[in-house]
């Protein structure tokens, strides 16, 4: 039984940063791409980010959503089956839950494709 389980959430001042956690288990974590999503009240939900699986010695593919380019890195440590988000410069607007997910493949994750996992996500708040 495949298990994403978020943590790290938070709330936090404007400015702030905070490091979300997604550890994987019932899974070959190193077969699969890791990443996350968020959505706000009332609204879709929005790519963050996603990092391939290893391609090469320590190689990896990222992709970010345009709203958090350059705030947000996304990382992945292989031997612990976990992934990372870390956020910095917190904005209000950031405010969301933020979910992980996993797939097999990089593509299509800001396309709205079905991904094979999803965690039940963790709440971060930016206070203004």
């Known amino acids: 039984q495949v298990q994403l389980v978020e943590s790290g959430g938070d709330l936090v001042q404007a400015g702030g940063s905070l490091r979300l956690s997604c550890a994987a288990s019932?899974?070959?974590?190193?077969?699969?791409?890791m990443g996350w999503f968020r959505q706000a009240p009332g609204k879709e939900r929005e790519f963050v980010a996603t990092m391939s699986r290893p391609i090469g010695w320590r190689t990896y593919t990222t992709y970010y959503g345009d709203s958090v380019k350059g705030r947000f890195t996304i990382s992945r440590d292989n031997a612990k089956n976990t992934v990372y988000l870390q956020m910095n410069s917190l904005k209000p607007e950031d405010t969301a839950v933020y979910y992980c997910?996993?797939?097999?493949?990089?593509?299509?994750w800001g396309g709205g494709k079905t991904l094979d996992y999803w965690g039940q996500g963790t709440q971060v708040t930016v206070s203004s």
């Open positions: 997910a996993a797939d097999r493949s990089i593509s299509g």
């Open positions: 019932g899974l070959t974590f190193s077969n699969y791409a």
